[in-house]
Nanobody, 124 residues
Framework: QVQLVESGGGSVQAGGSLRLSCAAS????????LGWFRQAPGKEREGVAG???????LYADSVKGRFSISKDNAKATLYLQMNSLKPEDSGIYYC??????????????????WGQGTQVTVSS
């Protein structure tokens, strides 16, 4: 069973920064592709960033240049550094893990396991 536990969410003013973490196992972090998704109230869950087993990232256009995804295999942790935050970045952020990519790393179908989510609120 894949367990993913997010942390690092909170409230911040526009322009601020947050770093999200997702704790897993070393096996998962090194052998699965990983991703971050977010869901705002009344909206569908959307892919924010993904990273391949080999460490190649992919970003949604809305966060390019502001967010950075990374992972530390030894610490068994996935990260999402979020800078220049905007109110529209608010939502629940989920980390996810998968073995097969269906479409892109930002596709929901590419992931089999999900964390419980962490809330990010950006005020203007």
């Amino acid at each position: 069973q894949v367990q993913l536990v997010e942390s690092g969410g909170g409230s911040v003013q526009a322009g601020g920064s947050l770093r999200l973490s997702c704790a897993a196992s070393e096996y998962i972090v090194s052998r699965y592709h990983l991703g971050w998704f977010r869901q705002a109230p009344g909206k569908e869950r959307e892919g924010v960033a993904g990273i391949t087993r080999g460490g190649i990232p992919l970003y949604a256009d809305s966060v390019k240049g502001r967010f950075s995804i990374s992972k530390d295999n030894a610490k068994a942790t996935l990260y999402l550094q979020m800078n220049s935050l905007k109110p529209e970045d608010s939502g629940i952020y989920y980390c996810a893990a998968g073995l097969t990519v269906w479409g892109t790393l930002l596709s929901l179908d590419s992931y089999d396991s999900w964390g419980q989510g962490t809330q990010v609120t950006v005020s203007s």
